[in-house]
């Protein structure tokens, strides 16, 4: 039986890692020989500036509908990588085990892994492994660092919205983190909601290549959701913001659930959605390349940018009736990522 | 009181994150203002091939003599990048707190990472931030991932020790390991026995620098110890080591806890030592420039590479008794990084 866990020696650095190593975790993960394993990768770096980004996933539970915490963090350092206009390169994984964890359920996470980066186009290059004893951790935690390229001179980021930009999602919102609490909240739903963990880089890339000037932020609204990361933006740009809710996309039985939960689905994480501001005159070519791709299906202008300001948020609601939108206060969403 | 805690909003994303990002850890870590504050850092880098690692680290007790979680998880992120002959650029910090850590010694932390960056001369430029609820971690835990640039053409790795090549080790061994393991068993010693945690570039750099083409490999000897980092090297190059018992640096007061906690300091795990395979012609010119370095006072010579060979390491007693040495085996020193 133990020998289908985890053991604390797994973590020693002795002869029990680097069989877990070897015969598991390489395997799943990278294809590495033993004499190429150092204490760090060496790369050749394409021409370009790059983009650094890193994340840790404490996601609760670790298999949810529509995913798992494996591809939940390999996607989750992709996009943060593809918000930068960056084309994904190389990727560290970090393991943090809790002894006892299951040996079939942790080769099940490293081989969405590995199909997500696989997706991506990214490559596993560094990877280390710790173990905690039983009670010290929850089952598993995943750091996931990555290294993209940029490979055009363009600025994107939050501090880039202009007056007068269209502000567009990429698709129907709420629907990674209703997925996780429902799940986690052992709900019974008529419709299982899934997550939507993807990697957004197929589309940014193609966002990027087509719109170039005039695609101003791209952010995709994980923690805190939609009305954080339009706040976090607004700020940033010293920008005021306006949001139609009627033209919020939010599916049935997200919403559904949402009330039952006391959601707000403005406020709930998202894994596969890219929220992006863009000139006017690009907001066309924008939908139709999104409506072009499996990604961007859903996709729906939300709000736009009023002027310069103080990086208020509003919502208008089909009544008129406007309020303001804050950032998410509290804990509403533990865990979701 | 819960003011000066974390508290699990402080994971949301939302406000809560916000604050303690800009008012703890932002200025801390970095200098990054608001208006930067991206998915990713955006950085121009030097030319020369890159370096990549990631750790994670788990260590128990948080606070040891000698250091903390803080600056062990800057400097062993350093040292890895140094082993490959790098000189380390950037830095990526994932955090995840236990609810209920105090702000204080999050705050000593934090500035003990920074202290350890800057004499390190490499730049924080991006984070994550997780709380866990009570119970489902230990205090904190700490990932770092590294960018370095090679400014060589040198191939400075495991599978380069050749017949003839030196041992060196550039200090005492076991100092890191018995420090934690004192500390976490409350063992009183006649003297305090402190960790060795430190950054190895500039030593390393100079090595680089003045041995060339003759330094042929460097790694640190951390967990898994002296023992386990050779049987590596020797495994990955295809050679066999050879090892004199009498030569190791060990401090007195080292030996003394080793025996009292059972432990054998060739397994123990250091954090501010290197350990490097010279060519034979080489080997005076590294002792003199570890010998002006504060990092390489009691540096030794420990053995040498017999031959070609399957990875055998073995160990010479001064009686002319000879052993094998194996990778470290079970679980003896759990959380020692």
Redesign the interface.
């Known amino acids: 039986m133990s020998r289908d866990v985890i ?3 797994h ?8 069989q877990l190593l070897d015969e598991l975790i390489i395997p799943a993960l990278s294809s590495v020989g ?12 394409p021409p370009g ?10 996601v609760d539970p670790v298999f949810f509908p529509g995913g798992n915490i494996g591809d939940l963090a390999v996607n989750g350092t992709v ?3 593809a ?2 206009g ?1 084309r994904p390169l ?1 990727m ?5 085990l809790e002894e006892g964890l299951g040996k079939h359920d942790f080769s099940t996470i490293l081989a969405s892994m590995k199909r997500a980066a696989d997706v991506a186009g990214v490559r596993i ?4 492994t ?4 039983r ?4 089952r598993i ?1 995943i ?1 996931t ?4 390229v ?1 490979e055009h001179d363009l600025q994107i ?3 880039r919205a202009l007056p007068g930009d269209i502000v567009i999602v990429s698709g129907t919102i709420g629907d990674h983190g209703v997925a996780v609490m429902a799940s986690r909240e052992g709900l019974e739903l008529d419709a299982t909601i899934e997550s939507d963990t993807a990697a957004l880089n197929p589309l940014t890339s193609e966002l990027v290549a087509e719109l170039a000037g005039a695609l101003h932020v791209l ?2 609204p ?3 959701g939609v009305a ?1 990361t339009l706040k ?1 933006i607004a ?2 740009s010293g920008v005021d913001l306006r949001l139609s809710e009627d033209s919020l996309p939010v599916k049935a039985a997200v919403r559904g659930a949402c009330s039952i939960l006391g959601l707000d689905p403005l ?1 709930v ?1 998202n894994e596969g959605k890219v929220l992006m501001l863009v000139a006017p005159e690009a907001a066309a070519r924008a939908l139709a390349i999104l409506g072009r791709s499996p990604l961007g299906g859903d996709a729906a202008v939300i709000g736009e940018v009023v002027g310069k300001g103080t990086g208020r948020v509003s919502l208008e609601a089909g009544s008129g009736a406007v309020r303001n939108v ?10 979701i990522c």
């Not at 660092?145 to 993209?148: F, I």
């Open positions: 053991l604390l020696g973590g020693s650095g002795g002869r029990l890692a680097h033993p004499a190429d394993q150092n204490d760090a990768a060496v790369l050749d770096a500036r790059l983009a650094f980004t890193t994340d840790s996933y404490i996009n943060d990588l918000m930068m960056a190389w560290s994984v970090g393991l943090i290059v560094t990877g280390d710790k173990v905690v004893p009670g010290k951790a929850d935690f750091n660092s990555g290294v993209g940029l980021n939050g501090a952010r995709d994980t923690r805190g954080t976090e700020l940033q406020y994480a804050e950032m998410l206060s509290g804990e509403q969403l533990p865990r």
